[in-house]
């Protein structure tokens, strides 16, 4: 248990649709980022938020978007969705401004028909 | 950006063996951590070890900053390690760079 929880568990949806997936990282946790793992490879990391705003982005267009908010949930939002975004979504959180030690969530497993 | 290497890829080992995992990475980092990924995805903090030697029960690490690289050792392995390993460095803490992992199979 790491005290990171996320919804759904699994989702499926169509091309072109959008999508909000939502994370819960553990009270006092003022970082929270994002990454998405294809299918045998490791994760690729989306962005990072502290304090309800980004703090750094991966190699990801603009239809990625995330939100934080100040009760420690945050969102990952996709518009126009691709077959290439299926994938397990994590979220980790850590307490202070840098990546260390992070927690991560079980995952939102997305499928793109 | 930084490139992570992990060796080697796949690995399999009788219950009870021990083994060596291995990250290059490509430049100087400031986090380095390993982690540990069981069947249903859930991704386990192992060790936070940008320098330096660390020992968790059967898990020791070790990162040598200045050749770029960081082992994990496994001890006595047992089924319940099967799983993927990876390690993941980050050089201005907003960017966390994955290898693409060893993958573990331990046989009872």
């Known amino acids: 248990e790491t005290g990171v929880t996320q919804s759904p568990t699994h989702l499926i949806k169509t091309r072109g649709q959008q999508v909000t997936l939502r994370c819960s990282s553990q009270?006092?946790?003022?970082?929270v980022s994002w990454y998405q793992q294809a299918l045998g490879q490791g994760p690729q990391f989306i962005f990072q938020y502290y304090r309800e705003e980004e703090n750094g982005r991966g190699n990801f267009p603009p239809r990625f978007s995330g939100l934080q908010f100040p009760n420690y949930s945050s969102e990952l939002n996709v518009n126009a969705l691709e077959l290439d975004d299926s994938a397990l979504y994590l979220c980790?959180?850590?307490?202070?401004?840098?990546?260390?030690?992070?927690?991560f969530g079980p995952g939102t497993r997305l499928t793109v028909l | 950006g930084i490139q992570v290497e992990q060796s080697p890829p796949d690995l399999i080992l009788q219950e009870g063996a021990n083994s060596t995992l291995r990250c290059n990475f490509s430049?100087?980092?400031?986090?380095l951590q390993w982690f540990h990924q069981n069947p249903w995805g859930q991704l386990i903090n192992l060790f936070y070890i940008p320098s330096g030697t660390k020992q968790n029960g059967r898990l020791s690490a070790t990162t040598v900053a200045t050749e770029r690289y960081s082992l994990l050792y496994i001890s006595s392995s047992q089924t319940t390690d099967s799983g993927v390993y990876f390690c993941a460095v980050d050089r201005s803490h907003n960017d966390m760079r994955f290898g693409a992992g060893t993958r573990l199979t331990v046989k009872p």
């Open positions: 009270s006092g946790h003022n970082t």
């Open positions: 430049d100087s980092v400031n986090n």
């Open positions: 980790a959180s850590n307490p202070g401004t840098q990546t260390d030690t992070q927690y």
